[in-house]
């Protein structure tokens, strides 16, 4: 009797598709972020939006919109990411640690991001697919033990 090989899948943790969907639109996350701080027409006049105190000073008025955190983005595809300048640190954080660590592992998530397909990914850095997947699971291990302690996430049990 010949052994059947096993298939070994991979441990899905809960709320790793949120951290993989928000790689996937960090640019577009990082652009709706950068586009709605540079959008001076939001200050209004008077009273601020997110607080019942009236100010008119314009310079009060941009320092608490600036110090205000932004509660979510709607990206092009129509993604919402909730919180996303702390998921933008995360992410951040998260290309950092890769770049310290190897060029190559720098280099499998920039593709990544990019949205290039493992097997092309595979073939531009002449890895196998099996280490590329395991790197990309390590980042993304990395980057939601970030994301909860930012607490944007929680580990959820049955």
């Avoid at 640019?27 to 709706?32: C, P, T």
């Avoid at 129509?78 to 770049?99: A, D, H, M, Q, S």
């Avoid at 909860?148 to 996430?153: A, C, F, R, S, V």
Wanted: proline share 2%.
């Amino acid at each position: 009797m010949q052994e059947e090989k096993k298939k070994y899948r991979r441990l899905k943790l809960p709320n790793m598709g949120i951290v993989i969907k928000v790689f996937k639109h960090y640019e577009m996350i990082k652009k709706a972020v950068m586009e709605y701080r540079n959008d001076n027409n939001r200050l209004g006049n008077g009273q601020f939006v997110n607080s019942k105190t009236s100010f008119s000073s314009p310079t009060e008025r941009k320092a608490i919109y600036e110090l205000s955190e932004i509660k979510s983005v709607t990206c092009e595809d129509g993604f919402i990411c909730k919180r996303p300048e702390r998921w933008l640190e995360v992410i951040t954080k998260t290309l950092n640690y890769c770049k310290k660590e190897d060029k190559i592992i720098k280099r499998i998530v920039e593709l990544w991001i990019d949205g290039h397909s493992i097997i092309k990914i595979c073939l531009t850095l002449n890895v196998s697919r099996t280490r590329c997947y395991e790197i990309l699971n390590q980042v993304q291990c990395y980057a939601l033990s970030l994301a909860i302690q930012k607490g944007l996430t929680k580990i959820e049990g049955d």
